[in-house]
Nanobody
């Protein structure tokens, strides 16, 4: 199973980005999918999760109302729409696939390589 994340970049505060994660070697719809992020000098933290069964979503309090996670099973692609970006959103963003609906890194078996998001004026 391979995950390929893309879509990162540099934006000004208040801007938007959409991250994508293409899954190969497995059916996207059979896995819980998540986005995590890791800022310089900080631990990796979960950002958002979407369940395999019914598409139930969960958001970290710091991004709720600004980020939207979605999946397009027929394209085997996961998305993260990020609006109203803040400097504190600056991090490397990772997509992950797993069999459990959880917020811990150990809930996920497969990881993408990460894509850099930088929010700065």
């Amino acid at each position: 199973v391979q995950l390929q994340a893309s879509g990162g970049g540099s934006v000004q505060p208040g801007g938007s980005l959409r991250l994508s994660c293409v899954v190969s070697g497995a059916e996207l719809g059979s896995h819980t999918m998540a986005w995590f992020r890791q800022a310089p000098g900080k631990e990796r933290e979960w950002v958002s999760i979407i369940a395999s069964s019914d598409g139930t979503t969960l958001y970290h309090a710091s991004v709720k109302g600004r980020f939207t996670i979605s999946r397009e099973n027929r394209k085997n692609t996961l998305y993260l729409q990020m609006n109203s970006l803040k400097p504190e959103d600056t991090a490397v963003y990772y997509c992950a696939a797993g069999s459990r609906y959880g917020t811990q890194q150990y809930d996920y078996n497969y990881w993408g390589q990460g894509t850099q998001v930088t929010v700065s004026s």
